[in-house]
């Protein structure tokens, strides 16, 4: 059944690829935006699993002309948008004082990344699609033992003893879709989305499905990026609505836990009888804007992504600016 489901949704995916329209004819958007997000488990009082994710992002029409945005699928009539980001993750196991290897929990693993991307936006049809290729690295490369360690340093929370454990380096190459379709829209107030991504790569191969919700006073979803385009004269200045959705993945494969397609011989790491195929994932926030600025918090909480592991929850803090 999980089969035949993952193959429906691929044949929709590649439709939707199929139906784009070359680069040269597209409509592209005069919108320039810069924002980046803070994820860390601090903010929920845990320090463990995924514990910390730096992301920033810059969105200009210039860079359009990033050879990337051939392999990016976009949708036809459609205000187009065209970024680059930079992104940090970091995983731990749930103790990160034991200076011992943990065969059991969750390795350590730093990944670092550069995406390129383009969010294709039409707002009649209350579509977008988001397309996005990462390349860098999984592995000590990253950086995420000295990020860490600087964090923990800062806040005084202790020294974390395991990264000569992590995950050796890997080359991160990972290409990924997410398509958000309105469902029930009242102008200025609600509107209810589906939400689906698909991640296909040497690093996270799932699926997922979901839902969201926003409300309170607020812009169309979909005439904008994150924050509102000026081209729509009539949207609000002033945004501030509560937002929350929920999620379940499919997932056929995670280097993160999984330790790269061929993992070290001399540490262990899950094999695929030993991750859970099926993880839900919930969320919750708030989001201010006025005018060119924003800023925006977020409580995510996970279920067990492996056999022995446990539910986990982490903070997001985001701010954004319209340049």
């Not at 790569?201 to 499905?209: A, Q, R, T, Y």
Request: hydrophobic share 40%; net charge positive; glycine share 8%.
């Amino acid at each position: 059944m999980k089969k035949a489901f993952l193959l429906f949704i691929s044949i929709v995916f590649c439709q939707l690829g199929l139906s784009a329209k070359k680069l040269d004819s597209l409509s592209y958007t005069e919108h320039k935006e810069f924002y980046l997000h803070w994820d860390n488990d601090l903010f929920l009082f845990k320090d463990f699993y995924y514990t910390q994710g730096a992301f920033f992002y810059y969105v200009n029409p210039s860079l359009r002309k990033n050879p990337a945005n051939h392999i990016l699928f976009r949708l036809k009539n459609a205000d187009n948008y065209y970024g680059l980001g930079l992104i940090q993750e970091i995983y731990t196991p749930k103790d990160i004082t034991d200076t011992l290897l943990n065969l059991v929990d969750r390795p350590y693993a730093g990944t670092l990344f550069l995406r390129s991307f383009s969010v294709s936006s039409n707002p009649k049809k209350l579509l977008k699609l988001t397309s996005q290729f990462d390349i860098g690295v999984m592995g000590p490369l990253a950086g995420a033992y000295q990020a860490q360690r600087y964090i923990h340093e800062w806040l005084d929370l202790g020294w974390p003893n395991g990264w000569d454990f992590q995950i050796e380096n890997r080359p991160y190459i990972n290409y990924n879709l997410q398509i958000e379709k309105g469902a029930i829209l009242v102008p200025g107030k609600l509107d209810v989305m589906a939400d689906t991504r698909l991640r296909i790569g040497n690093i996270h191969d799932d699926l997922k499905v979901g839902g969201k919700v926003r409300i309170g006073r607020l812009n169309n979803h979909f005439k904008g990026h994150f924050l509102s385009n000026k081209k729509y004269a009539e949207e609000k200045d002033l945004q501030a609505y509560l937002y929350g959705g929920f999620n379940l993945s499919a997932v056929l494969y995670n280097a993160t836990l999984m330790g790269g397609i061929i993992p070290p011989g001399e540490n262990h790491y899950f094999a695929f009888n030993e991750i859970e195929n099926i993880v839900g994932e919930v969320y919750g926030g708030i989001f201010i804007n006025y005018k060119f600025m924003g800023a925006s918090a977020r409580l995510n909480w996970k279920s067990k992504e492996f056999e022995l592991g446990e539910k986990h929850g982490w903070g997001t803090v985001s701010v954004y600016f319209r340049l």
